[in-house]
C-alpha cells in the first residue's frame, strides 16, 4: 500500500498521474549532444602554431598571429588577423577567400578573431606574446 505522503502528492490518486521519463537516458543523450568537439589527441602548441602560421601566410598578406588562451569552453587556439586599414568590424572580414577555417585543427579549438590595423604590432612582440609595458 502507498504511503500518505505519496498518495497526497499524487492529488488523492493510486495511480501516477504522469508518464515515467528514464533519467539515464536523457542525461547519455545530452552528453552526446553537448559539445560539438570531442576530446581528442591534441598536437603539441609548437605544432599547432607553425601550422596555422602556415595556414595564415598562405591566406592573408595582412598581419597576423597565433595564441593560446581558453575560455569558458576550455583550451583554444586563437588566430588573429589585421583587417585592412580602413576597415571597421563591420566591413570587409579579412578571412572571405580563405580556402579552409576549420573549427578544429590538429585536435585544437580554433578560434578565428580579427583585429584592427596595427593592434597586433601594439599589443605582441615578434615572438607572438604579450608586450611587457611599464607600470603607470
Do not use: Q
Not at 22 to 46: L, P
Not at 57 to 67: D, I, L, Q, Y
Not at 91 to 106: D, H, L, Q, R, T
Amino acid at each position: 500500500m502507498m504511503d500518505l505522503l505519496t498518495f497526497w502528492l499524487l492529488g488523492g490518486r493510486m495511480g501516477i498521474p504522469f508518464p515515467v521519463i528514464n533519467i539515464a537516458y536523457i542525461h547519455t543523450m545530452e552528453e552526446k549532444t553537448m559539445t560539438k568537439f570531442r576530446n581528442s589527441d591534441k598536437a603539441t602548441k609548437k605544432e599547432v602554431r607553425e601550422a596555422l602560421m602556415s595556414l595564415a601566410a598562405e591566406s592573408t598578406p595582412n598581419r597576423f598571429n597565433v595564441k593560446f588562451d581558453s575560455d569558458g569552453s576550455g583550451a583554444c587556439v586563437v588566430l588573429m588577423v589585421e583587417r585592412d586599414a580602413g576597415e571597421d568590424c563591420n566591413g570587409k572580414s579579412p578571412f572571405s577567400g580563405w580556402p579552409e577555417m576549420p573549427a578544429k585543427y590538429m585536435g585544437w579549438r580554433v578560434v578565428f578573431m580579427h583585429v584592427p590595423n596595427k593592434y597586433i604590432d601594439v599589443f605582441y612582440d615578434a615572438d607572438g606574446n604579450y608586450k611587457v609595458t611599464a607600470d603607470a
